[in-house]
C-alpha cells in the first residue's frame, strides 16, 4: 500500500498495474451496456455488478446504488479523509454507452475489444472504450496505485444513463451533503490530441426550438397552383436561410460570442476530425475557438418534408424543422433560447406567420481556474505528459456538470480523461490508445498527490 502521505511514484504505479487495467477495460467494453429505450437493461445492470465488485476489489466499503425512476442505477461510493484537514475529491464517469450504429461500418465488431495500432500507439477498439470506460477504468487506477487509500477523502459517482440523459442530472442538488467536496474530477473529456494535456474548463449549453410553416389544407398540384400557392417548404427555408449571414455566422441578435484566447485546433485537424470534404470551406469567421467554444452554433438536425424518392408534383402544405442551439458558457439558456425563438417568431416569409415552439435547454458551465485544485491539476497533468497542460472548451454538454456544481458550490470542477478528439466516440471505430489511459493514471495519481498537500499548506497558512 502506498504512503498517504505522497511517497507514491505515479509512474512506477501505472506501469505496474497497466496489464490489469486493461484486461479489466476489456471486461467492461464487452457488455453492451447502452442505457436506451428498446435495448435490454441486463447488460447496463451486468455492467454495474461488475464496477461493484472493481471497487470492493480495491477497498472501498462504503458502496451504495441510487436507485431514480426511469434511469439506470448510480453507483456511490465513499473513502473518507485519512486526515481532518485533507481535502475531499469526487470522481464522476458514467459505465453506460452509445449504440454502435450501423455495425457495417465498423472494422471489428463493437463489443469485442480489438488491438488497434495508431501513430505507433497501441490501443483498443469498441463501443464506449473510450467514452466513457476508459475514464472509469483510470479512476480506478488511481485507487489500486494507493491501494484503496489515497491522500484524500474520495466520493465515486459512475453513472449507468448518461449518454440518453436521466433524471439524476437535476438530483445532486436534491442531496448536497452527499456530494459535498472540495474539487470535482469529471472524467467525461480528454485531450485535443494525443499527446497534448488538456483541461476543458467551458462547456457550452445547449437548446432546441421547433419552427412550422403551414399554408394549405392539403397538397395541390404544383402545374396548376405553383406560383401562387404559399408553398410551406419555400417558407420554412427562407426562414432557416435568416439565421446566418453570408460567411455563416450566426446572424441572430443576442446570442453571445467572446473571443477565445486558449488552445485550439489548427484548421487541418478540424477538417480531418470532422470529415469535411477535400475543397469545402468552413463556416463563419474568426477563430475556431470561437465557432465552436464561445460562440453559438445552429444547427438544423431535422426537418419534416417530403421525401426526394416519394415526392409529388405538389405544393407542400406543411413543413417543420428542429433546430439545435449552442450558446456561450455563460449565457443564460433561456435568454439564449429566447433570442432564437424570437428571431423566427418575429419572421413573415412571403407574409407567412410561423409557428415556434421552444424546446428543452441546459446551461453552459465555465470554471474557476485560480484555485488550488487546479494548481494541482495542472503539475500533474505535466507530470504525465511531460508538457504543460492547455485550456481548452467543449462545444458539447455534459448536464450534470452544473447539477453537481449546485450541490457543490465551493468545489473546483475539473474536466479532464483518457479520451481524445480522435477516438471517434459516438462514431463508428471508437477507440482509445493504452498510453492515454496510463496517462492519465499517472495524472490521478499525481493530481490527488499534490492537491493533498497544497491544500494541507493554504490550510496552515
Known amino acids: 500500500m502506498a504512503d498517504p502521505q505522497g511517497s507514491l511514484d505515479p509512474r512506477a504505479a501505472a506501469d505496474r498495474l497497466m496489464d490489469g487495467l486493461r484486461a479489466d ?25 461488475l464496477l461493484v465488485g472493481l471497487l470492493r476489489d480495491v477497498g472501498v466499503e462504503h458502496i451504495e446504488t441510487i436507485e431514480l425512476p426511469d434511469t439506470a442505477p448510480v453507483i456511490f461510493g465513499e473513502i473518507p479523509p485519512p486526515t481532518p484537514d485533507a481535502p475531499t475529491v469526487l470522481l464522476y464517469s458514467h459505465y453506460d454507452v452509445q449504440p454502435p450504429g450501423d455495425e457495417s461500418l465498423w472494422e471489428s465488431p463493437p463489443f469485442e475489444p480489438t488491438p488497434v495500432r495508431e501513430g505507433g500507439e497501441e490501443g483498443l477498439r469498441a463501443r464506449g472504450i473510450a467514452d466513457d470506460k476508459s475514464n472509469v477504468i483510470a479512476h480506478l487506477g ?48 480528454g485531450n485535443v490530441r494525443p499527446g497534448t494535456p488538456t483541461l476543458t474548463t467551458g462547456l457550452r449549453g445547449a437548446a432546441e426550438v421547433i419552427v412550422e410553416a403551414r399554408t394549405l389544407k392539403e397538397p395541390r398540384h404544383s402545374g396548376e397552383f405553383g406560383g401562387a400557392a404559399p408553398d410551406a417548404l419555400l417558407v420554412l427555408l427562407k426562414a432557416l436561410a435568416t439565421l446566418h449571414d453570408v460567411h455563416g455566422d450566426v446572424a441572430v441578435e443576442g446570442l453571445r460570442r467572446d473571443e477565445w484566447t486558449g488552445a485550439g485546433f489548427t484548421e487541418d485537424e478540424f477538417r480531418d476530425l470532422a470529415g469535411v470534404e477535400a475543397g469545402l470551406p468552413l463556416l463563419g469567421s474568426g477563430t475556431l475557438g470561437e465557432r465552436l467554444w464561445s460562440g453559438p452554433a445552429i444547427t438544423v438536425i431535422g426537418i419534416d418534408a417530403p421525401s426526394v424518392d416519394h415526392a409529388a408534383s405538389a405544393v407542400v402544405p406543411y413543413a417543420r424543422a428542429k433546430l439545435n442551439l449552442r450558446f456561450h458558457p455563460r449565457q443564460d439558456p433561456r435568454e439564449a433560447r429566447a433570442a432564437l425563438a424570437d428571431h423566427l417568431s418575429g419572421l413573415k416569409p412571403f407574409g407567412v406567420p410561423l409557428t415556434v415552439t421552444p424546446g428543452d435547454t441546459g446551461p453552459g458551465y ?96
Not at 477495460?25 to 455488478?49: K, M, N
Open 25 to 49: 477495460l476489456e471486461r467492461l467494453a464487452r457488455i453492451p451496456s447502452i442505457a436506451f429505450p428498446g435495448f435490454p437493461a441486463e447488460p447496463v445492470r451486468e455492467a454495474h455488478d
Open 142 to 189: 488511481m485507487l489500486r496505485a494507493f491501494g484503496g487509500r489515497p491522500p484524500v477523502g474520495v466520493k465515486i459517482v459512475f453513472e449507468g444513463q448518461e449518454e440518453y440523459g436521466s433524471p439524476f442530472d437535476e438530483y445532486p442538488p436534491t442531496d448536497p451533503e452527499r456530494f459535498a467536496c472540495d474539487a470535482m474530477v469529471i472524467a467525461d473529456l
Open 366 to 461: 465555465e470554471a474557476a481556474t485560480d484555485g488550488p485544485a487546479y494548481r494541482a491539476a495542472r503539475a500533474a497533468l505535466a507530470t504525465a505528459w511531460g508538457t504543460e497542460a492547455s485550456y481548452i472548451a467543449t462545444g458539447g454538454s455534459i448536464p450534470l456538470v452544473n447539477g453537481l456544481a449546485q450541490a457543490a458550490p465551493q468545489a473546483e470542477v475539473l474536466l479532464f480523461g483518457a479520451q481524445d478528439n480522435q477516438c471517434n466516440l459516438h462514431a463508428p471505430n471508437e477507440r482509445v490508445l493504452l498510453s492515454e489511459l496510463r496517462a492519465t493514471v499517472v495524472a490521478m495519481c499525481a493530481f490527488v498527490t499534490e492537491y493533498a498537500a497544497d491544500f494541507t499548506r493554504e490550510g496552515r497558512a
